[in-house]
C-alpha cells in the first residue's frame, strides 16, 4: 500500500485520530483521553507503512476541532473505500447525507440504500463504518427513534447529537 499519513488532534470532547493515503481519508477514530489512545488502533492496523504528519492533515484537524466546538463544519473529504463492499458504499452514502440536527432509522437508510428490509446489515455496515463523524452513524437511531448502539458508547452518541442540536426536542 502507499504510504498512509496518520495524524490527531485535540479537541473538546478529547483526541481524535486519523489516517489518508493518497486516494483518501482511510479512517477517523471517535474522541478518546489521550494522544495515545485516539493513534492505537491506527498504528496497530498501518504502522510500518505510516508515517506522523500533523502538517498534512491539519486542514482536517481544525474543522474537527470546530466541529466538536459546536460549529457547523462541512466535510468534503475524499473516502478511500478501496475495501468496502457496494452494499456499504451505499449505506455510508446515504449516511453522509443526513443533515446535521437530524436522525435517520436503520431502515430509513436501507431503503435510501436501494435494500429496504435491510435493517440489520445497515447496522453492521455502521459498526464497520471507519470514518465516524465525516460518515455520521451516530445520526442513525432506531425504528423508535431510540439511540441505539454506537463504537463511542451511547453517551457519546447522545452527547453529539445533543451538541447538533437534535436531541434538543426530546429528554
Known amino acids: ?8 488532534c485535540e479537541t473538546a470532547f478529547g483526541w481524535v485520530g486519523m489516517a489518508r493515503s493518497p486516494r483518501g481519508l482511510l479512517a477517523l477514530t471517535l474522541p478518546e483521553p489521550d494522544q495515545e489512545a485516539a493513534l492505537r488502533p491506527l498504528l496497530e492496523r498501518w504502522g510500518d507503512d505510516a508515517r506522523r504528519d500533523d ?18 463544519v462541512s466535510f468534503d ?24 440536527g437530524q436522525t435517520m432509522t436503520y431502515g430509513q437508510i436501507a431503503r435510501q440504500a436501494g435494500s429496504p ?35 463511542g458508547g451511547l453517551a457519546m452518541k447522545r452527547r453529539m447529537l445533543e451538541m447538533e442540536g437534535a436531541l434538543a426536542h426530546r429528554h
Not at 500500500?1 to 490527531?8: K, R, S
Not at 440489520?120 to 427513534?145: E, F, L, S, T, Y
Open 117 to 151: 428490509g435491510a435493517a440489520r446489515a445497515v447496522g453492521q455496515a455502521m459498526a464497520r463504518n471507519p470514518w465516524p463523524v465525516i460518515v455520521p452513524c451516530h445520526r442513525v437511531v432506531g425504528h423508535d427513534g431510540r439511540l441505539t448502539g454506537f463504537g
Open 55 to 72: 502538517v498534512a492533515l491539519s486542514g482536517l484537524q481544525e474543522k474537527l476541532r470546530r466541529y466538536f466546538d459546536g460549529e457547523r
Open 1 to 8: 500500500m502507499a504510504q498512509v499519513i496518520i495524524g490527531a
Open 77 to 100: 473529504e475524499p473516502l478511500d473505500m478501496g475495501d468496502a463492499t457496494d452494499f456499504q458504499r451505499r449505506v455510508w452514502g446515504a449516511t453522509r447525507r443526513i443533515p446535521r
